[in-house]
């Protein structure tokens, strides 16, 4: 079983960036295709972003262009680089193992204007 912990959100300004990191423990996670998601308004899962094994990404129409999926199998992680954040970007953010369909706690991001 693997455990996920999220990290490197908060309080940001609007246009502003940041990269938020998720760390594995419990499985080494480098073959797995990883995502990350964040709460949308009806409190379901929104998909941002995802990377396979081989590196292979896909990204929502809503951050594509704008976010950056990357991964670093030495560390056992996953990240996420968001740019010119808006006022709706603000949300709880996750990452998703598909191999066993694990969620990390998340991390809260806010955008304020």
């Known amino acids: 079983q693997v455990q996920l912990v999220e990290s490197g959100g908060g309080l940001v300004q609007t246009g502003g960036s940041l990269r938020l990191s998720c760390t594995a423990s419990g499985r080494d996670i480098s073959d797995d295709t990883m995502g990350w998601y964040r709460q949308a308004p009806d409190n379901g899962p929104d998909f941002l972003a995802m990377i396979s094994g081989f590196g292979l990404t896909t990204y929502s129409d809503r951050v594509k262009g704008r976010a950056t999926i990357s991964r670093d199998n030495t560390q056992n992680a996953l990240f996420l680089q968001m740019n010119k954040l808006t006022l709706d970007d603000s949300s709880v953010y996750y990452c998703?193992?598909?191999?066993?369909?694990?969620w990390g706690p998340g991390t809260q991001v806010t955008v304020s204007s």
């Open positions: 998703k193992n598909d191999h066993n369909q694990s």
